[in-house]
């Protein structure tokens, strides 16, 4: 004699559904079911409906849709080979990728808009990392903060001394 064997629950919810459905098997009654499983008997009669119509399968855990990607499976897969060119090869300055400049590319491109925030979950999902730019004031001067640090930076960590005759005479 074989049997087969069912997948285990995907939740607790779906469990919860199945359980309620070997109950009526087993010959309980909705209300009583309902009781046991600290749910609504309109929750019950739902889940026995559906498992009517459709068998166990109708109580399982259905996915839900979501909304379709407005990137193809191959405009998707192209990305990453765009952004190897590097960002410098699409106009801008400096070869760092932002989400805002990858957006802008994506746009160009494939003639599809994101925000920049969900850019950062395309890039997750193609394995790629967000690169940040330094922040740094244009007038910059390297050799002017070094010598600062040689010369006067010392003399500013240079503590008072101590008096040797208590202040409180």
């Known amino acids: ?3 087969r064997l069912e997948a285990p629950p995907h939740d607790w919810k779906e469990g ?23 749910v609504t008997r309109g929750a019950v ?3 026995l409906t559906a498992a009517r ?15 379709r990607p407005k990137l193809t499976d191959a405009q998707r897969a ?14 801008f300055i400096g070869d760092v990728w932002t989400t805002t400049r990858v957006a802008d590319v994506i746009r160009r491109e494939f003639g599809v ?4 925030a969900h850019v950062s979950r395309i890039l997750r999902a193609i394995r790629w990392t967000v690169q940040k730019p330094k922040r740094r004031a ?6 002017a903060i070094a010598a600062w640090r040689e010369e006067r930076w010392p003399s ?14």
């Open 16 to 38: 919860r559904r199945l359980r309620a459905l070997e109950l009526f098997e087993a010959g309980w009654k909705a209300a009583r079911i309902a009781e046991a499983l600290g």
């Open 138 to 143: 244009t007038q910059r001067d390297d050799a």
């Open 156 to 169: 500013l960590q240079v503590k008072p001394k101590k008096k040797t005759v208590p202040s409180s005479l």
């Open 53 to 67: 119509r459709g068998g166990r399968a109708a109580l399982r855990h259905r996915p839900v849709p979501g909304k």
């Open 45 to 47: 009669s739902q889940w």
């Open 113 to 116: 808009r994101y925000h920049p």
């Open 1 to 3: 004699m074989t049997t």
């Open 78 to 91: 192209r990305l990453p080979d765009l952004l190897a060119r590097g960002a410098e090869a699409f106009g």
